[in-house]
């Protein structure tokens, strides 16, 4: 059989060869900091002929294989606390039906603007605090400490099924500002909740049949081998090369969060 007539129509090997680079990347940094998607889903979206459900599918389907190498890999060097982490994906997977429904009902466009004063607000918290998320000291205990973290799950879930883009970071972020982790801790933790969400989006996928399958699995490959490298870099380099590499990511967010709304304002304006 040849295998190009598993391919889209208009995506050659070279084309898929291309895919697999970006997926790499992309697999890099989601296992350092989250954000992985801002790369491997813009470029699914350039493909001819492949549809935006079946870009978001097969995005899924990739990540979810980087994401589960890398929560493998800082679980064994980490040994990240399941009690915190495991509830979080269980919320998290609940969240992202919940917030891929709202997708459905709700305009995706009212939501941005708000996201992208948070992100404004959390890159000048972290800037401005150099000893945030250094050590690993927790600011709540017992229930309390469950609790807030299954809240978390819940609410950053949802939003991976309504929006998306940067799930992990904000993962990251909450569970450095809100609970008190470092972020090296952090980043084991939010890729063992990352892995729930994009199960989660993949639950709805599989069945309607909107996943690439051929593609998909060769990004995946691509997005392991990124996931090892990243997760392994971070436990390597530590809690400093992980702040770093969440405000270059945070500020990404914002610039492309930010133009998203700016053209999306002014498309009204230009079909009249």
Known sequence: MDLS??????????????????????????????????????????????????????????SIFGTATSSLT??????????????????ALAGSYLGATLATLL????????????LLGVAVFTA????????????????????????IGAGIGCYDGLLGPGTGTFLVIAL?????????????????VNFATNLGALALFVPHGAVLWAVGLVLAVANMAGGYLGSRTAIARGTGFI??????????????????????????????
């Open 5 to 62: 007539s598993l391919l889209p129509p208009d995506l050659g090997w070279q084309g898929l060869l291309a895919l697999a680079l970006v997926a790499l990347a992309a697999g890099f940094v989601d296992a350092v900091v989250g954000g992985g998607g801002l790369l491997q889903l813009p470029a699914l979206l350039l493909v001819p002929g492949i549809t935006p459900v079946q870009a978001l599918a097969t995005n899924k389907l990739a």
């Open 74 to 91: 800082y679980y064994r060097r980490v040994g990240p606390d399941l009690r915190t982490a495991l509830p979080m994906a269980g919320f």
């Open 107 to 118: 305009p995706v466009a009212v939501f941005k603007p708000v996201i992208v004063l948070a």
């Open 128 to 151: 401005t605090r150099p000893t945030l998320g250094s050590l690993t000291e927790l600011r709540f205990s017992g229930g309390h400490h469950y609790g807030r973290a299954a809240a």
């Open 176 to 192: 450095v500002s809100v609970l008190g982790y470092s972020f090296l801790e952090a980043s084991a933790k939010a890729k063992i």
């Open 243 to 272: 702040r770093v590499a969440f405000l270059v990511v945070v500020g990404v967010l914002i610039v492309k969060l930010g133009f998203d709304v700016w053209a999306e304002s002014i498309q009204p304006l230009i079909v009249r």
